[in-house]
């Protein structure tokens, strides 16, 4: 079933729009959106659409899709806390920060340094 053709009180295009401008990025309302799949979400979001990692690095979506299906359900839902919610807000402010900061307009940090810090939020 695609993700974003889902029931929910905003839209996952809606909920997603909002990265990169407000540090008050509300996870949650995207893990309803979602249908329980806020990582696999966010992280599809930004490296295709957002950075264009996808592009620029030449990933195979197939597979990076499998790789964030495979992250999500390895955090424990379980836990209050640490769970694939919290990855993924972890990975959104990460993102919201390099875009806030205008760091990506300066030649400290390319595709692969980028890719890597949302690699590190989507694992942690």
Avoid at 15 to 38: H, M, Q, Y
Wanted: glycine share 8%; proline share 2%; charged share 20%.
């Amino acid at each position: 079933k695609p993700i974003g053709k889902v029931r929910g009180k905003e839209s996952v295009d809606k909920i997603l729009s909002k990265i990169g401008n407000d540090f008050c990025f509300d996870t949650v309302a995207l893990f309803r959106a979602s249908e329980g799949r806020p990582l696999k979400v966010i992280g599809v979001h930004l490296l295709n659409q957002t950075f264009d990692l996808v592009s620029k690095l030449n990933l195979n979506v197939v597979k990076l899709e499998m790789f964030l299906d495979a992250m999500e359900e390895g955090y424990y839902s379980d836990n209050p806390y640490h769970n694939s919610t919290h990855a993924a807000d972890v990975t959104q402010r990460f993102a919201t920060l390099m875009i806030t900061s205008e760091v990506l307009n300066t030649d400290l940090l390319g595709s692969v340094e980028l890719l890597t810090g949302l690699l590190a939020g989507i694992v942690h």
